[in-house]
Each structure stands twice: as C-alpha cells, then as structure tokens.
C-alpha cells in the first residue's frame, strides 16, 4: 500500500490556524476509521484525534476544542484544521489509518511562534 501524503503544515504565530490536509490510497481511506498523529521532537509519536467512516469524532483532550478533524471520502482525503495554536502543537503531523496495519508517511511539520 502507499503510505499517506501530508500537507498544509507551516510556520505560525500562537493563536494562529493551519488546516492540514492528507490523501490516501482508497486501501487505506476507504470504510476505515482514520486519524491524525503528531511526534514532537523528542518525543514518542501520539495520536491527535480520529473518525469513523460515518464521521464520528473523538480527540486528544490536549486539542479537543481547538481542533476539527474532518473527511471527505469521495477523495480519499482527510483534514485537520487547528484553531488558536500553542507552541506545544509543534510537531511533524502524519495521518493513517486508525487501526490495523500502518505505513508512515513523512508527515508535516507545524511550528508555532511564542
């Protein structure tokens, strides 16, 4: 399978939103529950939030609020758009499925500005 392609990151000042984006294989996307993953450096990857194939939604307390996943399963391609960003949401950001077998992509980097 092709692993995902990432896109959208970038540089930002706090308070600041990006919207990333995420095409898939239909392998991957179709009828799959799918999420969004960050690794800091440093630190262990984490998962961000995730939906169902029916759009149900759920999220990392340290985002919830803040961030809105989102789906459009006519293009293979998954969202995240980040509202009033902080510093620790710097991180490489990478999609894939949530559960099952996983092939990284190389993911996209968002650095927030103190």
């Known amino acids: 399978q092709v692993q995902p392609v990432e896109s959208g990151g970038g540089l930002v000042q706090a308070g600041g939103s990006l919207r990333l984006s995420c095409s898939a294989s239909?392998?991957?996307?179709?009828?799959?529950?799918m999420a969004w993953y960050r690794q800091a450096p440093g630190k262990e990857r984490e998962w961000v939030a995730s939906?169902?194939?029916?759009?149900?939604?759920n999220y990392a307390d340290s985002v919830k609020g803040r961030f809105t996943i989102s789906r459009d399963n006519a293009k293979n391609t998954l969202y995240l758009q980040m509202n009033n960003l902080k510093p620790e949401d710097t991180a490489f950001y990478y999609c894939?499925?949530?559960?099952?077998?996983?092939?990284w992509g190389q993911g996209t980097q968002v650095t927030v500005s103190s």
């Open positions: 239909t392998t991957i996307f179709s009828g799959n529950s």
């Open positions: 939906i169902s194939s029916y759009s149900s939604t």
């Open positions: 894939n499925r949530l559960f099952g077998r996983k092939t």
